[in-house]
């Protein structure tokens, strides 16, 4: 990657040596920008969707080529919001479901999360009372948390938002407490020398200097509550892709499945990707120094 | 007790790390008085940087005094504003945010934000660094980036004014630019100052005194040497100056002579004998405190010989 680039701008500082216009370097460099950064999957995902097709085609294959998977499900893909009430309705809101509870529990998780990570973080005693308890409970699978929290909530949504909450928190937490505690003397010093009080210092030096930490938490976190979400919602149904994906499996729907894996597939990079840019706006200088 | 801007009295240092004890600084005694520009110099290791960072409250004396404008002081403030030798700019800030962060907290109430956006300027142009204003420290150079320390560390106003090895990281010319500005900026603003250094150009160059430290454990001020230069001074034009080699080799003899590193004699004589050997600076700190030249103690006369 850093390879290729250098030699794409090595490429254009010749071109400028030779004295060709600016317009022309652009388009130069944005030729190789797709040559470099989209033909490589672009041919990939060919390659895969033909072994695919070809493997799937035969009079004894038990899953469906990717051919019958766009016919088969052609019209849940041209209309993602239909709503025939219940839990008939289109891709797009059994998605935006899914991504509600996720955004409830992940938002409650972050909260929290960053609140006990920095506890942990400044405090040698809670570092040695709670660093234990968080290193048993984070290996506890998310789904095993559900009936506990079915018991608990009596209701399936909170159970969901839940399991999101509870399969998140610990990345967040111990990228956080860590973060805290790299925390540079130096900083530390700058802010007793200026006497800040406690608010200033989480504010001006505690939150930055440990965000890229914590947007790595953050990112793990998010990625593992996309995880949840499907597997969770496969067992208390309602509206939500994990649920479709159920139903689907029960009616024998396997184009429905394979769809619904894909859209699963491009909203969970989708959350990680927003995040990690979140992360790069937030902590731009942060990390080089 | 004693009519100096800043006193260190009887200051002692060990640290205690489990069982582990070490007696870094033994009896540190030292006057300054207001606009003089102080240099302690020593080898690595012997506590310079624990002398200073006491004097910033950062670390907490084991005994003794600091008293600064006939107050003790015992917590960090702004008013010993310290310029750390990695510059310990935040590194999220630009460079103005980084003066104005401090300026903000130290004159919040008593300045407009007219006038605190003046007067972070006005800082940052004492060490010629307005072109850099919206520049993050990882954009900057190393030489930038102590310029920056230091408009911080004046911004605030400070009593002393505390620099910690403040140009070792840097290449020689830009060290010698940095020297002249600090010059130029103390003949300006008479600011007191503290500095630490390894360098023994940059000490004679720029004090007024010279603080002699003897090597560790239980480290104390060997002696004090007076630079008695006119200010102010040029460096090309010292290099032929017989007072200013002078006390170069004054410097150069304490340091390589009188305190030569021989780390593997000193387990022989533990520090408990060296402390009764060392000779008590008489009369304390009142009578002749600038002038008291301390003998180094028996401890490194005998690692010297050897
Ligand atoms: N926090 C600390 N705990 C234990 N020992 C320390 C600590 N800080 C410094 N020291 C020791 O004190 C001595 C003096 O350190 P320092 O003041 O940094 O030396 P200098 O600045 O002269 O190079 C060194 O031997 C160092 O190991
Ligand atoms: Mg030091």
Known sequence: MKTLSTTAAENVSVLNRFGINHAHTMWQRFKTYLLQNFLPPVVILCLLLGVWELLCSGTGATLPP????????????????????????????????SLERVAVGYSFAVVVGVA??????????????LDPVFQVLRTVPPLAWLPISLAGFQDSNPSAIFVIFIT?????????????????????????????????????????AAAPYIFSGLRIGVGLSWLAI????????GVGIGFFIWD????????????????????GYFLDRMVAMLGNIVTRGTSAS | MSSHYLSIENVDKTFEKGNVRSHVLSNINLHIDQGEYISIIGHSGCGKSTVLNIVAGLIEQSAGVVILDRKEVNTPGPDRALVFQNHSLLP???VYENVALAVNKVAGRSKSTAERHEWVLYNLELVNMLHALNKRPSEISGGMKQRVGIARALAMQPKVLLLDEPFGALDALTRAHLQDEVMRIHSNLKNTVMMITHDVDEAVLLSDRIVMMTNGPSATIGEILHIDLPRPRDRIALADDLRYNHYRQEVLRFLYEKQRKLEQISPRHPP???????????????????????????????????
């Open chain 1, 66 to 97: 990717p051919s019958q998977v766009i016919s088969d499900t052609w019209e849940l893909i041209l209309d993602p919001f239909y709503d025939n009430g219940g839990n008939d309705v289109g891709m797009g809101w059994q998605i935006l479901a």
């Open chain 1, 116 to 129: 006990l990570g920095v506890l942990v973080g400044q405090s040698t005693w809670a570092m040695r009372g």
């Open chain 1, 168 to 208: 998140s928190i610990w990345p967040i937490i111990i990228n956080t407490s860590v973060g805290i505690r790299n925390i540079p003397e130096d900083y530390r010093n700058v802010a007793r020398v200026l006497r800040l009080n406690g608010i200033e210092y989480f504010y001006k030096i505690m939150l930055p």
């Open chain 1, 230 to 237: 499907v597997a969770a919602e496969m067992l208390i149904g």
């Open chain 1, 248 to 267: 689907a499996w029960n009616a024998s729907l396997i184009s429905d499945i394979i769809l619904a894996l894909v859209y699963v597939g491009l909203v």
């Open chain 2, 92 to 94: 999220w800030l630009t």
């Open chain 2, 272 to 306: 408990s004998q060296a402390q009764n050997e060392r000779p008590q600076p008489v009369g304390g700190s009142g009578s002749s405190p600038s002038d008291a030249v301390v003998d180094a103690p028996a401890l490194q006369k005998v690692s010297g010989a050897s």
